[in-house]
């Protein structure tokens, strides 16, 4: 077993930040077949063939990483360091294929089941929403799991042009037909916007899935809401998945599918907090669109999230360790 200290990342004290190969918060890259004594580990998926509208996730990985090296160690809001919690490592892209659909989610899910098998809790980075799909294929395949979804769409569409039934739209609805989600412990937040016929939002609540429009959100509070989904998802696995155009686009422009009216980054980052203490299983953090992102603000505010959910993924770690 090596030491926690191999695996913290390279100090902005030592290297610059801006110099260096760019893994994600400059901690060590590790192929996943070479990955042993790896407890999380960062997976890109550079995909955006379920992409309805406004293309580019496929993109986001690369610019994640490149955000990432601003990331430091310690998370000064509720005191955890995550690199020393668990040992957490950069396992590259996942294989992708962007020219076809079907294909593409196999070659995600191999790498994935790569990444599980060996224990390692997945932090996937975009990518558009379809990459969640394959993740539960290789996450969930033994017991279904719950989920928190932060997101201003449901993803729960059927179909799209005319039966095409695998795209950033569709991927719940997969999973729940697969029986990858325990849809009585699923829980949405942060869902508006126009709709084009309901049917997504009527077909969940009719399984069971807790659903927060940004309406409630905001009259409730963070913590009220978080109060209920920690409740709704109990003692079991608990899969987080994070769609960065639940937030604002004031704070998050560069995605396909912005809605305004959405969840600001301080609420996004106490809800994430609030996850502590949840059987976390992974998690992973989509729809970063850096041809939409000039500026790049969408990735430095998605880094900085993913930085939130690794603390909560850390002591999830640490518990089961324990
Ligand atoms: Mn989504
Ligand atoms: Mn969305």
Redesign the pocket.
Known sequence: MSSIRSFLPVSGMELPRFAGIPTFARLPWIPVEEARDVQIGIVGIPMDVGTTNRPGARHGPRQLRDASTQIRLINQATGVRPFHLARCADLGDSPVNPADVRDCLERIEGFLRKVVERGIVPMSLGGD?LVSLPILRALARERPVGMIHF???T?FYDSYFGGFRYT??TPFRRAAEEGLLDLRRVVQIGIRGSAYDGEDVAWARAQGVRIVFVEELADRGPEAVMAEARAIVGDGPVYVSF????LDPAFAPG???P?IGGITTREAQRMIRALDGLDLVGADL??VSPPFDPSGLTAWTAVNLIFELLCVLARAVERRAR
Not at 243 to 246: A, F, H, M, Q, V
């Open positions: 929403h997101d201003a769409h993803d950033h739209g769609d960065i155009d639940g995605t396909g599918t809605e989509v729809e």
